[in-house]
């Protein structure tokens, strides 16, 4: 409920040609997998909400199996401007091109 109320405030804010929203990121995650013995980033359930100004492509649900977390880390660092960096940890090597509009 916290989150929808967010969503629902943020959309509700004109910013430009859109919405508040629109021109932001809101990313809910756990900071764990599906593991609960460890701390594993992999099969991580990631909400991202709003486009970050038209970046992602919204509105989808993507299953994107053998994605790293840290590639989801650089393509929102892309998304944020800073297209210089090629890397994020020593796993996130690739913008997750499905996400982009």
Excluded: C
């Excluded at 709003?50 to 998304?79: E, M, P, Q």
Aim: hydrophobic letters at 45%.
């Amino acid at each position: 409920q916290m989150l929808a109320s967010l969503l629902e405030r943020l959309d509700a804010i004109p910013d430009g040609d859109g919405t508040l929203l629109d021109n932001s990121l809101v990313v809910w995650t756990s900071e764990l997998g599906l593991h609960p013995h460890t701390h594993s980033k992999s099969n991580m359930g990631v909400v991202l909400a709003g486009s970050a100004g038209g970046y992602f492509s919204t509105g989808r649900f993507l299953n994107l199996a053998g994605a790293h977390y840290h590639d989801l880390l650089l393509t929102i660092a892309h998304a944020m401007g800073l297209t210089d960096v090629s890397s994020f940890g020593d796993d996130g090597t690739a913008v997750l091109d499905a996400l982009l509009a």
